[in-house]
């Protein structure tokens, strides 16, 4: 079946440096979401591409899908103590009329202040 | 936004008892979900529900089965609770091909 495999597993930065995670497939993906996990938290969508080479920004966090569809980035700038959690890519899986999420394993940042 | 309600945060029960996880929705949305989640291991599906009385298995159904009997509630049930099955276990809700709302989780103990 569908899967997507993310790295790192864990990243650990200082404050103000920059983080990158990476989702990849085998298959073309219909779709692409991220979302966060804080610590004792649950999963918070934070954002979802479709296009071919869609690149989306939300602050200091900039989501790009790449053109074949295959594989996906989330890029933190300037980190923060904020930003320390989960971070994991998800992307549907259609069986007929159903969706169902096929999720990455998720890369634990951790932010030293 | 989805209010997704898991019945309770924290439960521990014994090695072989029958358990019960419910997760309740206040949207009508067609698609329920339960994960367990444990560390390295990400999110893992275990059943999941595209309508009432209807569901499917997951990717790790051994040991799990679910009920949908209304649209709003969806209940994992352990038929007799073992040690492996200690986790967090999540619960989440989607329309189509939308975002995944999840509930706060239940982090249970077997023992």
């Known amino acids: 079946g569908q899967q997507v495999m993310q790295i790192p597993q864990y990243q650990h930065v200082q404050e103000g440096e920059d983080f990158t995670t990476y989702c990849n497939s085998s298959t073309t993906l219909s779709n692409i979401q991220w979302y966060k996990q804080r610590p004792g938290g649950h999963p918070v969508f934070l954002i979802q591409?479709?296009?071919?080479?869609e690149v989306k920004k939300q602050k200091r966090l900039t989501f790009q899908f790449g053109e074949a569809k295959k594989n996906s980035s989330l890029h933190i700038t300037a980190t923060q103590t904020t930003d320390v959690g989960t971070y994991f890519c998800?992307?549907?899986?259609?069986?007929?009329?159903?969706?169902?999420?096929?999720f990455g394993k998720g890369t634990l940042l951790t932010v030293n202040p | 936004d989805v209010k997704v309600t898991q019945s309770s945060r924290y439960l521990v029960k014994r090695t072989g008892e029958k358990v019960f996880l419910e997760c309740v929705q206040d949207?009508?949305?067609?698609?329920m979900f339960w994960y367990r989640q444990d560390p390295g291991l990400g999110l893992r599906l275990i059943y999941f529900s595209y309508d009432v009385k209807m569901k499917e298995k997951g990717d790790i159904p051994e040991g799990y089965s679910v009920s949908r009997e209304k649209k709003e509630r969806f209940s994992l049930i352990l038929e007799s609770a073992s040690t492996n099955q200690t986790s967090m276990y999540l619960c989440g809700v989607k329309r189509s091909n939308q975002p995944q709302h999840f509930g706060d989780g239940t982090r249970l103990s077997i023992l």
């Open positions: 591409l479709v296009k071919s080479g």
């Open positions: 998800a992307s549907d899986r259609r069986g007929g009329s159903n969706y169902k999420l096929t």
């Open positions: 949207m009508d949305h067609e698609n």
